[in-house]
């Protein structure tokens, strides 16, 4: 049982490429979830999505695009990327449910230069 | 106002001690409450969740204060291993799925 899979785990941009955060859950989990950690912050919400096709915005979303095609996967898009998306992103899901908790992956450390 | 607020710290307790960490919220219909623990920026893993009821799990208690909204976190008997970021996390109503963390507070826990 793989829980939640994200790749890559590091990756250097330059300003103004883009690219796309893979994130994958095999657990059937409806919920599911992007942040990102700055140094010394807590994590901050991107986007969530409640089941395919449904996403909404969280605290940060601008720069950022998310797609739920599938139950199984939820890839976090950056366009056009900035210094200020340097970062660590995590992708987690959960199962519905009020006190179902998050599942997390490992994370992905993105720079942008 | 931030959604969900904790003081940073860092909280420095000598190994033995008693350390209470609370964790305000602004979402009066907030329905989900959770304590994680984070260790070096690897992801968090889940402490426990927190029940209307309070609920403790070893040397752990966490309770809820819907009037005050907030949650809080004891840790009894710190052990060194104890060190870490403690985040909490915040759902709002019960069909939204939108969990919020707080910043985090930086525990360390001395010999």
């Known amino acids: 049982n793989a829980g939640v899979t994200q790749t890559p785990k590091f990756r250097i941009l330059k300003i103004g490429q883009s690219m796309t955060l893979q994130c994958a859950q095999d657990?059937?989990?409806?919920?599911m979830y992007w942040y990102r950690q700055d140094p010394g912050m807590g994590l901050k919400l991107i986007y969530y999505s409640v089941g395919a096709g449904i996403t909404d915005k969280g605290e940060v979303p601008n720069g950022y695009n998310v797609s739920r095609s599938t139950t199984e996967d939820f890839p976090l898009r950056l366009e056009l990327a900035a210094p200020s998306q340097t970062s660590v992103y995590f992708c987690?899901?959960?199962?519905?449910?009020?006190?179902?908790?998050?599942?997390f992956g490992n994370g992905t450390r993105l720079t942008v230069t | 106002r931030k959604e969900v607020e904790q003081d940073p710290g860092p909280f420095n307790v000598p190994e033995g001690a008693t350390v209470a960490f609370n964790c305000t919220y602004s979402?009066?219909?907030?329905?989900?409450f959770f304590w994680y623990r984070q260790d070096c920026r690897k992801e968090p893993k889940l402490l426990m969740s927190v029940y209307s009821s309070g609920n403790e799990d070893g040397r752990f208690t966490a309770q809820l204060n819907r009037a005050s909204q907030y949650i809080s976190l004891l840790i009894r008997d710190s052990k060194l291993s104890d060190s870490a970021t403690y985040l909490c996390?915040?759902?709002?109503?019960?069909?939204?799925?939108?969990?919020?963390f707080g910043q985090g507070t930086t525990l360390q826990v001395k010999p």
């Open positions: 979402n009066s219909a907030s329905q989900s």
């Open positions: 996390v915040v759902g709002g109503s019960s069909n939204t799925g939108k969990l919020i």
């Open positions: 657990m059937n989990h409806n919920y």
């Open positions: 987690a899901s959960r199962p519905t449910g009020r006190n179902s908790p998050l599942h």
